[in-house]
């Protein structure tokens, strides 16, 4: 089975911090994808990155960053954290070229800003 | 744009009884695919079914089925029989190509909150 971990479960943080969140998956997958969920908003893509040290915005980059040294690893950076990234932070992975291009998800970070 | 659209924020249903969760989606691409992802409350999301744009057959798994209606642009999600552990939400999404180098991503819907009731 795929397995796609990330970090924490729950995160508090201070404003204006640095925040990493780390997301490992192992099943080779060249897509890995960082989502931001909130309530009555859905999913919403923040990065994504197709191969190693490549990285794309998705729709709300601005106040992130994203590294990928490894294709197993994908990392989520909030250089200084505000108190409008409280959220829940989902992770998820995908082989290139499978038919239904299903995601696999991880548990997700529950982050908060204080 | 695309985008997804889920009508229903949230729904109550009997327990035994069938459920159809609306979902209708914007592309003006000809080859697409639509998924729906189970979030119980322990936050997980999990993959119920697939239909791809050019599938002739309504998707099947198990008790979930999706009604695609292309020309309609709909792909409502049908949960026969509920049982109380299918309470969770749900989102409805859409897979684009998002780059040249070929990554897929999805676009979700706002999800809808389905309670079933004994």
């Known amino acids: 089975d795929v397995k796609v971990t990330q970090s924490s479960r729950y995160l508090v943080k201070r404003t204006g911090e640095k925040v990493f969140l780390e997301c490992v998956q192992d099943?080779?997958?060249?897509?890995m994808f960082w989502y931001r969920q909130d309530p009555g908003l859905g999913l919403r893509l923040i990065y994504f990155?197709?191969?190693?040290?490549?990285?794309e915005k998705g729709d709300i980059p601005e106040g992130y960053s994203v590294s990928r040294e490894k294709k197993e690893r994908f990392s989520l950076i909030l250089e200084s954290a505000s108190t409008n990234q409280t959220s829940m932070y989902l992770c998820?992975?995908?082989?290139?070229?499978?038919?239904?291009?299903?995601?696999?998800f991880g548990p997700g970070t529950r982050l908060t800003v204080t | 744009a695309q985008k997804i659209t889920q009508t229903q924020p949230g729904m109550f249903v009997q327990e035994k009884e069938a459920v159809t969760l609306d979902c209708t989606y914007d592309?003006?691409?000809?080859?697409?695919?639509l998924f729906w992802y189970k979030q119980p409350s322990s936050g997980e999301m999990i993959f119920l079914i697939y239909?791809?744009?050019?599938?002739?057959q309504n998707a099947t798994e198990g008790r979930y089925s999706l009604n695609f209606q292309k020309a309609r642009k709909s792909a409502n999600l049908v949960i026969s029989a509920s049982q109380l552990g299918d309470s969770a939400m749900y989102f409805c999404?859409?897979?684009?190509?998002?780059?040249?180098?070929?990554?897929?991503?999805?676009?979700f819907g706002k999800g809808t909150h389905l309670i079933i009731q004994p």
């Open positions: 239909q791809g744009s050019y599938d002739q």
């Open positions: 099943m080779d997958h060249e897509n």
């Open positions: 999404a859409m897979r684009e190509v998002l780059s040249g180098g070929g990554a897929d991503g999805l676009t």
């Open positions: 998820a992975s995908s082989l290139l070229g499978t038919e239904t291009y299903e995601q696999y």
């Open positions: 592309t003006s691409d000809p080859s697409y695919g």
């Open positions: 990155s197709y191969d190693v040290k490549m990285k």
